[in-house]
């Protein structure tokens, strides 16, 4: 049975109900993974997505900050969530679907500004729980699982705009991308996104501070599609929502999507 995924940071699930109604509307992906929902599980708007269908939830809130949740037209079953450098953050959320594949959602620490963990704790935090996801990849290798979600890492030269200027920029700096290739290796995560797309240039994020973001087009591609190596090649047709970055009041990142024949 084929499904299509989606995964979105929101920046916000309250302020932003009407740009998730529109996107639900309009592609009507099977599955929407959201971050960055900032809200507690009971004040986010779901009567308003279960009306168009999307009625199988799975979520983690939290005030104001962070924040995961799983919108399904197909019965999902909740099958727990994790703590990764016990950061006490509702950052992931895991469901499965009745075919048995399980979804892990996740919301990786943006890392702050500076990329030194001795002067900033944020990027410690950061590599500390990519070391934990690492490390629970290799204690329990995920089978018939996709991962998706904004990692807040730009892996590829072709991920980021501009490669050398941002060697020294959180998200694209060589640790955190050595750190994230670890981590999906532990796991055998095949990165859909770029399966599907394997060249050129490709981003899912552009920073509010530009003034006119489109045309500058400094974009980063933090928002992954992974699937473990049983079920990838079942995964096609992935492609970033751009155009949702131009929406009104956006948020700054834009849905990317896929779907597989499973």
């Not at 950061?87 to 500076?114: C, K, M, Q, S």
């Not at 935090?125 to 990692?151: A, C, N």
């Amino acid at each position: 049975m084929p499904f299509t995924l989606a995964t979105w940071n929101i920046n916000s699930v309250r302020l932003r109900a009407a740009l998730v109604a529109k996107l639900l509307h309009d592609e009507a992906p099977d599955v929407l993974c959201l971050q960055e929902c900032k809200s507690p599980v009971d004040k986010m708007p779901l009567a308003d997505f279960a009306a168009l269908g999307y009625s199988h939830v799975v979520a983690r809130g939290q005030k104001g900050y962070n924040g995961v949740a799983i919108l399904s037209k197909l019965p999902i079953e909740d099958v727990g969530d994790r703590d990764f450098a016990a950061l006490g953050h509702a950052r992931h959320v895991a469901a499965r679907l009745e075919n048995g594949v399980t979804i892990h959602n996740f919301y990786v620490p943006a890392g702050g500004d500076i990329p030194d963990r001795e002067k900033n704790i944020k990027f410690g935090q950061k590599l500390d729980y990519l070391t934990e996801m690492r490390d629970w990849f290799h204690v329990e290798r995920p089978e018939k699982s996709i991962l998706v979600g904004d990692l807040n890492i730009a892996p590829r030269e072709d991920d980021v705009w501009n490669h050398k200027q941002l060697l020294k920029v959180v998200s694209h700096t060589p640790v955190e991308v050595a750190q994230l290739a670890e981590t999906q290796d532990a796991g055998g995560w095949v990165d859909i996104t770029r399966q599907d797309i394997p060249d050129g240039n490709l981003y899912s994020w552009w920073s509010y501070r530009s003034k006119d973001w489109d045309a500058a087009d400094k974009g980063r591609r933090l928002d992954h599609v992974w699937a473990t190596p049983d079920i990838s090649n079942a995964g096609h047709s992935s492609r970033v929502l751009r155009a949702v970055r131009g929406w009104e009041q956006p948020s700054d990142h834009a849905p990317v999507l896929a779907t597989f024949d499973l």
